[in-house]
């Protein structure tokens, strides 16, 4: 569809977002659960879930690895 190869793609969208499609994709997931924990009366596995996240444990490695935080810190916070 773009009518290049895979790897200029990658090349190509690395060079525009500074990160590789799959970790451009993981953080749009993480800022939306961490949307979803602030702005929700969701719990942490429900974000995590509506997020994309099948399991738990990863979501909050993941989380914590972006944002220096769990994610139970999240829910009710306001965040920017």
Known sequence: MAS???????QHFNAVTKASP???IKAIRLHRAQ???????L????AAWEAGYQSLS????EYK???????????????D
């Open 65 to 79: 690895r972006l944002f220096g935080d769990v994610p139970s810190r999240a829910v009710g916070s306001v965040v």
């Open 43 to 46: 719990s942490v596995s429900e």
């Open 4 to 10: 290049m190869s895979q790897s200029s793609l990658h």
């Open 58 to 61: 990863q979501f909050s490695r």
């Open 22 to 24: 799959l970790q451009y």
């Open 35 to 41: 949307h979803l924990l602030s702005d929700s009366q």
